[in-house]
């Protein structure tokens, strides 16, 4: 059990908003957006979540 963490590469602008924000380092901006490197260690914190700018992260429980 764990998080799960989708990012939406057509809503994401790259503004790397997410990447500063994590706090586990676990998303990176690869080929234009951002992407999840290590989604297994996402503590479910979902400040990603809340300061995407375009809505286009998504963290849910598994
Ligand atoms: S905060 Fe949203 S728009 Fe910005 S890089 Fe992350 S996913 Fe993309």
Redesign the pocket.
């Known amino acids: 059990m764990g998080y799960s963490v989708k990012?939406d590469s057509d809503?994401?602008?790259?503004?790397?908003?997410?990447?500063s924000l994590c706090p586990r380092g676990i998303?990176e901006?690869r080929d234009g957006?951002?992407v999840s490197n290590t989604p297994e260690k996402c503590d479910g914190l979902a400040g990603?979540v809340r300061?995407?700018?375009?809505d286009?992260?998504k963290v849910t429980f598994r």
């Open positions: 990012i809503k994401c602008i790259a503004c790397g908003a997410c990447v998303l901006i957006a951002a990603c300061k995407c700018p375009t286009a992260i």
